[in-house]
């Protein structure tokens, strides 16, 4: 049981490069997440999904696609990178209960737009 | 909209002693749910210990306690017999439990604490 796994670990983008950040659980979770943590701040969220082949947009979605094909998959994607876009990435997946729903993050994927 | 305030950005306790992390939170949602993480310095989150809006009782996870106020909506996070391997960033983060925005997590900016020998 991996749980929350992402890839890659770390990458050197250009900017205006394009990327796809994977993400993948074994938990059966229904929610899955992206996160961006910058330097002094909490993370904030970009996208979300609730089920296979639903997203929806976070605080802060501008400039990343993402998509569910799988229910165990979670993909980020950045069209055209910009230095903004240098941050840490995380993913996460929950399932709901009734009294808790406790997300589980992966390792984070460090990411530097130069 | 949710908001988080963590007032501290950082602190210090002695090994072995309590310590208290202060959150206070703003939203106008009914029922949420309230957490504490916690990020050592490898970078990983680690999820801490839960608080529903509708639970009388703190909620207790081992050495760690969430004093839950809600007439002053703070959750503060306190860590008994502090250990060496508790020095990280701890952040505090809210969600709605029901309605368009529930599952989303609203972070604080976090504190560090650092545990001296």
């Known amino acids: 049981n991996a749980g929350v796994t992402q890839t890659p670990k770390f990458r050197v983008l250009k900017t205006g490069q394009s990327m796809t950040l994977l993400c993948a659980q074994d938990?059966?979770?229904?929610?899955m997440y992206w996160y961006r943590q910058d330097p002094g701040m909490g993370l904030r969220l970009i996208h979300y999904?609730?089920?296979?082949?639903?997203?929806a947009k976070g605080e802060v979605p501008d400039g990343y696609n993402v998509s569910r094909l799988k229910k165990q998959n979670f993909l980020l994607g950045l069209e055209s990178a910009a230095p903004s876009q240098t941050s840490v990435y995380f993913c996460?997946?929950?399932?709901?209960?009734?009294?808790?729903?406790?997300?589980?993050f992966g390792p984070g994927t460090r990411l530097l737009v130069l | 909209a949710q908001k988080i305030t963590q007032t501290q950005p950082g602190m210090f306790v002695q090994e072995k002693e309590a310590v208290t992390l202060d959150c206070t939170y703003d939203?106008?949602?009914?029922?949420?749910?309230l957490f504490w993480y916690k990020q050592p310095s490898s970078g990983e989150m680690i999820f801490l210990i839960y608080?529903?809006?509708?639970?009388?009782q703190n909620a207790t996870e081992g050495r760690y306690s969430l004093n839950f106020q809600k007439a002053r909506k703070s959750a503060n996070l306190v860590i008994s017999a502090s250990q060496l391997g508790d020095s990280a960033m701890y952040f505090c983060?809210?969600?709605?439990?029901?309605?368009?925005?529930?599952?989303?997590?609203?972070f604080g900016k976090g504190t560090k604490l650092s545990v001296i020998p």
């Open positions: 983060a809210m969600s709605p439990i029901s309605g368009a925005g529930s599952y989303q997590l609203t």
């Open positions: 608080q529903g809006s509708y639970d009388q």
């Open positions: 999904s609730v089920g296979e082949g639903t997203t």
């Open positions: 996460a997946s929950s399932t709901l209960t009734v009294y808790q729903e406790t997300q589980y």
């Open positions: 938990m059966n979770h229904e929610y």
């Open positions: 939203t106008s949602d009914p029922s949420y749910g």
